[in-house]
């Protein structure tokens, strides 16, 4: 127990220094097993001798390297700016109708990126020149974007919904398609939420004449065909069960590699640097992976899982009781980790709980992961936050994007209530897969 407690605080004490994730979780997994077998080098060292390759050498993995590609492929072929005058098109004439734009352009954006960072610095450089130009508050505007751009983790291809399956072996399938339904709801509350509050302070987003037909609204909806037809291709795909979630990635890559094509032609120096991109990226969750196993098995190992385990069930208190206070610790998590890092952290240990407790472990997942999405919008780490400031530069303070996010984060938490309450909301389309 003791050696599995100086891991636990070598991997902390790692993660605050701010070394990578995955050499963090990887080095503590080691030290503790090291600490546990009596500072036995050769023996800590053996048990974790082929560990890191078999950790990832699964055929399921290659879905996040496919993504991946997807997401950046999209990207570059600049379809966030066709959705972002879609939707600006549609919605702007409301009140704050280019802050409820940027909200669905988001949605939209996200069934093709999956990436809330990504999102993030798109949305700053499309809507928010857009927004201060029509003399929007600062800090609304950008709560705004930095809020929108959490749907990219929600509406799938969903990154941390993949990662949570991973770690937690629950259907990715399932899980993915599981966000369509947290993703509606926020991307519904966000937009009513900004036309209330823009209806009582009119000063925070002043009416935008922005003179558009008719025929020119429905013109701008080819600007979606991009992120229709990824949709019907990867969800359709799941839904019927046609694709495994793994085929509905090659899938989805094949068909963004497409769009990329016919949008900006073969560029054989943009498509290396996108393929150099993802690449990059996928090592990176990789190697978060590997050093995730590795501390996984020291928690194992060591017995803090079971006595985690053990100390939660016969606590006494009910199960939501529980639940409101692991999601209370993923609140206060976010003030300091990023997304992946605390799911690579507490997945290991929360798991067996969750399925102890008799919790769906599809409804749970996403439960989760929006929850932690409200901590990536937290002071002080805020990582949405801090994409939202350094994409836009000396245009926003720190300050006036944290004050503009408070307003997101108390819709967002009647959401998680409603989440929780109404779990339907989650399990309705998972539950009618044909899989």
């Not at 549609?90 to 069934?111: D, N, Y």
């Not at 519904?188 to 302070?201: L, P, Y």
């Not at 069960?241 to 016919?262: H, K, M, P």
Request: aromatic fraction near 12%; charge should be neutral.
């Amino acid at each position: 127990m003791t050696g599995g407690l100086i891991g636990v605080a070598v991997t902390l004490g790692c993660l605050v220094l701010g070394i990578p994730v995955g050499i963090s979780l990887g080095t503590g997994g080691f030290l503790g097993l090291f600490f546990y077998y009596n500072c036995n080098f050769s023996l800590a060292l053996s048990s974790l001798a082929s560990m890191p390759y078999y950790s990832i050498a699964n055929f399921e993995y290659t879905i996040i390297p496919l993504f991946i590609i997807m997401g950046i492929l999209c990207l570059h072929a600049g379809m966030g700016e066709e959705i972002y005058d879609t939707t600006s098109k549609w919605f702007g004439r409301l009140k704050g109708g280019l802050g409820v734009a940027t909200i669905a352009g988001c949605s939209a954006f996200g069934a093709c990126t999956g990436s809330s960072a990504v999102a993030a610095a798109v949305f700053t450089k499309i809507s928010l020149p857009q927004m201060l130009r029509y003399n929007y508050d600062k800090s609304f505007a950008s709560g705004t974007i930095a809020a929108g751009a959490c749907l990219g983790m929600l509406i799938p291809p969903s990154g941390l919904a993949v990662i949570y399956g991973i770690l937690s072996q629950a259907s990715i399938g399932k899980l993915l398609i599981g966000g369509i339904g947290p993703g509606l709801l926020l991307t519904v509350m966000w937009s009513i939420g900004i036309i209330f509050k823009t209806w009582f302070q009119p000063q925070l987003a002043p009416a935008v004449e922005i003179k558009v037909s008719w025929k020119e609204r429905f013109s701008s909806l080819k600007g979606l065909w991009g992120p229709a037809v990824l949709g019907v291709v990867i969800l359709g795909g799941m839904y019927t069960g046609w694709f495994t979630a793994t085929e509905a990635a090659a899938a989805g890559a094949f068909v963004g590699f497409i769009i990329y094509i016919l949008r900006v032609g073969f560029r054989w120096d943009r498509l290396k640097e996108a393929l150099l991109e993802s690449g990059s990226t996928s090592c990176m969750i990789f190697l978060i992976f590997m050093g995730a196993i590795i501390f996984s098995r020291m928690l194992a190992v060591c017995g803090i899982s079971s006595k985690v385990l053990n100390g939660i069930v016969d606590s006494g208190l009910s199960p939501t009781t529980i639940l409101f206070l692991i999601l209370l610790v993923y609140l206060v998590l976010g003030c300091f980790l990023d997304s992946i890092s605390m799911l690579t952290l507490t997945i290991p240990i929360l798991s067996p709980v969750f399925e102890k407790l008799g919790f769906d472990p599809i409804w749970i997942g996403l439960v989760v992961i929006v929850t932690i999405e409200m901590g990536m919008l937290t002071p002080p780490m805020g990582l949405t936050v801090y994409v939202v400031k350094g994409t836009a530069g000396g245009i926003l303070t720190l300050e006036e994007v944290f004050r503009g996010i408070f307003f997101f984060l108390w819709i967002m938490g009647i959401g998680v209530l409603i989440l929780i309450y109404c779990p339907w909301i989650i399990t309705y389309l998972p539950n009618l897969m044909y899989q």
